[in-house]
């Protein structure tokens, strides 16, 4: 399994990061947004450049390598 898109979604005041896989499995996350939600989701959009072809069942590792 391979992440294929990673996208900022805004609702409200609210940011989160939407996860597709080439397996038709979407994910989603919370960004700390505190507000901000235009350079968090220049964040959520330049983590997803590197996240793209990735396994996303390596969570620890993605974590520690952003």
């Known amino acids: 399994m391979k992440i294929t898109k990673v996208e900022s979604v805004a609702v409200d005041r ?27 989701a220049a964040a959520i959009d330049k983590f997803g450049e590197y996240l793209t072809g990735k396994n996303p069942l390596l969570i620890e590792h993605h974590w520690q390598y952003m």
Request: proline share 4%.
């Open 14 to 40: 609210f940011l989160f990061a939407k996860i597709y896989t080439d397996e038709g499995i979407v994910g989603y996350g919370e960004s700390g947004a505190w507000g901000f939600l235009e350079p968090s």
